[in-house]
């Protein structure tokens, strides 16, 4: 049922298998569960798995509920305008506003559905029987840096001209000159490289780990509880710990979605004012 | 039950097919954001903000229209009063000339009486003064006879006596008091 399917499989065959046997962690399988169905468009093949469906009804189902929130807009809100509202204006003016700046506000429709993609998305890691985020499949969150690596990149030639955007990243202003030699080669990393590939890594990174975690305390609970020896006794703390992980991970979510989100007005930012 | 691929996939190298389904699906929430969910957000912003101005606006236009009529009813009120001091004005002028007026009246009327008064006091004693003057002559004559023990029978004689006398008199009168001739005659007749 669950993507843990195999590795509680596992677990159960190894209670039976004998002593010797012991806990088998969940692995790397995790995340490539089995493939439903499998298909070959112009040479590039699709493998649909439990988590593309995932992703789909998290993305649908978060379209879904943005769409009912404005479906009937009135001045004043009602309780589901209002949660619709909330979110939005979160990432509207907390972050297309205040982060990207005054020219920002034409930003905040595209900061908003990154947000609420992710959220979605990251929100699935710790619903019943989904319980995997597409997050951790590093596809998703490269999809989204490479957007957005493309765009601030865009962005900071379309507002400040392509000589003035790249010289001002190549040579940094009120740098002494002999330091261009440091510096010019770390703002090309830093702008070209490293932004984008932290943006997709803390994003996978985290939702990764998280479902590791989650995983192994679950998995660990049940593989307790099924000994017969002495070891049932930790059960219910491994079974503690999958609960408080839980928690933690539910924090994660909402982190992570906010912290993408920001990352990403400070880039579009110093893309549209010349702050060197 | 675990697929072969999994055991030895990178997860740091994800498939070509699984990131094409990410830009479909992100593709996908920027279109419906960018088309329904976005426009109708500022939409219902807009409109917030307008029937909050709108209110603030309105409420300022009732203060500008009570302030309005307060000061029409201050410069009524003013001109009101302007008004009834005018008129009060005009009534004490009017009620002063009324006054003048009737004074005048009043002083012509007096003046018409003393003179009438003066007038028939005049003709009462130019009436006595000619009765005396007939009769004083008489009485003197006839007391000049009696005392004389004559008759002075030259009444032409006598008659300009009498009136030498009076004349006399009058002249004396007009000699003491300088005032109308009347006072003078009716002097002269008592003494």
Known sequence: MTSSAPALVDVLAAEGGGEGD?????GLGEFYPEVLVSFSVLGVDFEITRITLILWIAT???LAFLVATVR????VPGKLQFVGETGYSLVRDGIARDVVGPKGLPFAPFLVSLFFFI???NMMSIIPFAQISPMSKFAFPLVLAAICWVMYIWIGIREQGAGRYFKDILFLPGVPKPMYILVTPIEILQNFIVRPFTLAVRLFANMFAGHMLLVVFSLGAVYLF???NFSFVFGPISALMAIVMTFFELLVIFLQAYVFTVLMGTYLNGSIEAEH | MRTLAAESANPLLPPVGEIIIGLIAFGLVLLVIFKFVAPRFEQVFVARREAIEGGIERAEQMQAEAKAALERYQAQLAEARNEAAQIRDQARAEGQQILEELRAQAQEESARIVARGQEQIAAARQQVVNEL???IGALAVDLAGRVVGESLADDARRSGTVD???DELDGMAAGVSPDG???TTLAGGTR
């Open chain 2, 181 to 183: 001739r009347s006072g």
């Open chain 1, 226 to 228: 099924s000994r017969d």
């Open chain 1, 72 to 75: 009937k807009p009135s001045i």
């Open chain 1, 119 to 121: 959220l979605a998305n």
């Open chain 2, 164 to 166: 030498r006398f009076l």
């Open chain 1, 22 to 26: 012991g806990f088998q962690a969940p």
């Open chain 1, 60 to 62: 649908l189902a978060m």
């Open chain 2, 133 to 135: 003057r007939g009769q």
